[in-house]
């Protein structure tokens, strides 16, 4: 299968091409040269954009055009990187329409329904450790969307614009609505406390620490495991338009639709974040 991914030089991208080199055909672009980087284009630049897509399968969308803005930004105003952010999904996506691909698959985000863990926090973070899953803060797979930032929102309309377009169009729309995924060296769920350790942030054993870690033990998808997920939507040929959680099976995690995910396109993820104590020695 020969699949087109934009935003090759990202984390996810990373993740993909270590995991996914062997089993499909892979053109990674980029907006800059780099390690993971077979084309130079811009998802703002249509023109530029178009021929990438003639002779592909599929396209795994990545790119996020710079100064996009994070999750802290609650601001309701409109700024160019919101347009730029916009205007390269649309772009990917009149293209993959246009080149009459046999599927999209778009990374979204946790934080198109992320208002659920704004307005649940910390209590969240600490969700059915045991496993039993009857209580707790639950995203299911029927959650509507739930942004909590302009970068949320922009991941929403994606979502309903890959929908319109498997609608309307003969195109294989999969959202996947990413929890955290890290480079390798903090590829597990206390990566990001690590990460605050090395900044200056907190100390290791803090209660900001261990609260980072909390987190991350429920939103944590492993590489591998988001590796697995694309795979299984690209191998897919079943499902017309759909989102999945894109998080590994921590106990608990708060994205919760899992079972869906495993009965319509075989996801099986690998790991859990509560199987560690501790980063790796």
């Known amino acids: 299968m020969d699949v087109l991914i934009t935003g090759a030089n990202g984390v996810v991208g990373g993740a993909l091409v270590d995991h996914l080199g062997d089993e499909y055909d892979l053109t990674l672009l980029d907006v800059e040269d780099g390690e993971h980087t077979d084309v130079v284009a811009d998802v703002r630049d249509y023109e530029a954009l178009r021929p ?4 592909q399968d599929a396209v795994v969308h990545l790119a996020l055009p710079p100064g996009t803005g994070g999750p802290e930004d609650r601001s309701l105003g409109w700024s160019g990187a919101q347009r730029d952010t916009l205007e390269g999904i649309h772009n990917v996506t009149e293209a993959a329409v246009d080149a009459r691909l046999d ?3 778009f990374a979204s985000s946790n934080h198109a329904v ?3 863990e704004v307005r649940n926090e910390p209590a969240v973070y600490h969700n059915d450790p045991d496993g039993s899953r009857d209580e707790g803060v639950l995203a299911g797979h029927d959650e509507p969307h739930r942004p909590d930032s302009r ?3 922009t991941k929403c309309y994606g979502e309903d614009l890959g929908r319109l377009a498997a609608e309307a169009h003969d195109i294989r729309f999969y959202a ?3 929890g955290s995924v890290r480079r390798p060296e903090y ?3 206390y990566g990001d406390a690590e990460a605050g350790v090395e900044a200056g942030r907190w100390e290791r054993g803090s209660d900001a620490y261990e609260e980072m870690a909390a987190r991350m033990k429920g939103l944590w998808q492993s590489r591998r495991d988001c590796a697995q997920l694309v795979a299984r939507c690209l191998d897919d040929d079943t499902v017309e338009w759909d989102h999945f959680y894109g998080v590994s099976a921590n106990d608990r995690r708060w994205l919760d639709d ?3 995910a495993r009965e319509t396109v075989g996801y099986e993820p690998r790991d859990n974040g509560e199987e560690w ?3 790796p020695a």
């Open 103 to 105: 599927s999209l698959v």
């Open 258 to 260: 899992l079972d869906d």
């Open 187 to 189: 590829d597990h769920p």
């Open 277 to 279: 104590d501790g980063p």
């Open 151 to 153: 970068y949320g929102l």
């Open 114 to 116: 992320g208002m659920v």
């Open 52 to 55: 990438q897509f003639d002779g």
């Open 176 to 178: 996947l609505r990413i």
